[in-house]
Nanobody, 111 residues
């Protein structure tokens, strides 16, 4: 059973920054594609960013230029660095690996 544990969410003012972390309990972490998704209140869960085993990344349009996904294979951890946060970025952010999901971390951006 794969466990994904997110951390780093919180309350931040518009224009601020946050970095989310997700640590995975999997021995083959370096071979995986990992992703961040988010689910705003009352909305569906959508992709934010993904990073593959060789560091290739892709981003949702809203994340381009503001968010950066990265990974540290030694720590079995991925990160989501979020800059210039907006109130519409308020959501629960989830870490994903294949069919597995973390429990999510709340990000709230105040105007």
């Amino acid at each position: 059973q794969v466990q994904l544990v997110e951390s780093g969410g919180g309350l931040v003012q518009a224009g601020g920054s946050l970095t989310l972390s997700c640590t995975a309990s999997i021995t083959t972490f370096s071979l995986t594609t990992m992703g961040w998704y988010r689910q705003p209140p009352g909305e569906e869960r959508d992709l934010v960013a993904r990073i593959n085993a060789v560091g290739g990344t892709n981003y949702a349009d809203f994340a381009q230029g503001r968010f950066t996904i990265s990974r540290d294979n030694a720590k079995k951890t991925i990160y989501l660095h979020m800059n210039d946060l907006k109130p519409e970025d308020t959501a629960v952010y989830y870490c994903n690996l294949a069919a597995f999901w973390g429990r999510g971390t709340q990000v709230t951006v105040s105007s």
